[in-house]
């Protein structure tokens, strides 16, 4: 199901703060959260729409750097990497797959949403499989240095909060907080005006 988010900053700053969107894949322990949407320099009282596609694209690139043609996959089909092109061998499991079928070493498996980087696998050998899997829960913070598309890391002092989409077709996400000098709060997020499926 696609959704359509509006983020609206009520936050009391004059320091406006980048907002970082992400995704976990539940199908890798080793993966490393990517910056999937960065939004920057909203002012306060502004919005700024975030549309999330249910579909995903399944890009590949190799060790010379060549890029195969996205494809737009979903979640539970299984795709193997020929010498010549990307074949969906099945749709069953929960998980998006994509397996090595080829005689040289894969750089990178990514998993795109509306174009912009949301997972990455680096590093597939032949006969090596690639598996990722996302639930309707995005992840958002506020900080500065984010770039879309590269490796998040986590400070424990400035948790990310959840953002549960299941069965959410429209919502505001609002970001509260900031002030100044003692009586200044940190950044906080939430649903409002939800509109379900």
């Given amino acids: 199901m696609e959704t359509w988010l509006q983020f609206v900053n009520q936050a009391e700053t004059l320091n406006l703060p980048e907002v970082v969107l992400y995704q976990i894949n539940l199908a890798s322990s080793q993966s490393q959260p990517v910056a999937w949407k960065v939004i920057r320099r909203c002012p306060f009282d ?11 694209e399944l890009k590949v690139q190799d060790e010379y750097g060549h890029v195969k043609e996205p494809i737009l996959a979903k979640a539970g089909q299984n795709w193997t990497l ?3 092109s990307v074949v969906l061998n099945n749709e069953k499991g929960i998980d998006l797959c994509l397996l090595n079928g080829t005689q040289n070493r894969v750089s990178k498996v990514m ?3 509306s174009g912009r980087p949301l997972a990455c696998e680096s590093g597939l050998p032949p006969k090596g499989e690639a598996r990722f899997r996302f639930d309707r829960c ?3 913070k506020a900080g500065v240095g984010f ?3 590269e490796p998040l890391e986590i400070n424990p002092r400035w948790p990310p909060q ?3 989409l299941t069965g959410v077709r429209s919502a505001d996400v ?3 907080g900031g002030g100044y000098g003692p009586h200044a709060r940190p950044f906080s997020f939430h649903l409002s005006r939800v509109v379900r499926a």
């Fill in 46 to 56: 502004w919005t700024h729409p975030i549309r999330i596609p249910s579909d995903y």
């Fill in 82 to 84: 020929t010498e010549h």
């Fill in 111 to 113: 998993i795109t949403r």
């Fill in 138 to 140: 995005f992840w958002i």
């Fill in 147 to 149: 770039k879309e598309g």
């Fill in 162 to 164: 959840p953002l549960l």
């Fill in 174 to 176: 609002v970001m509260t």
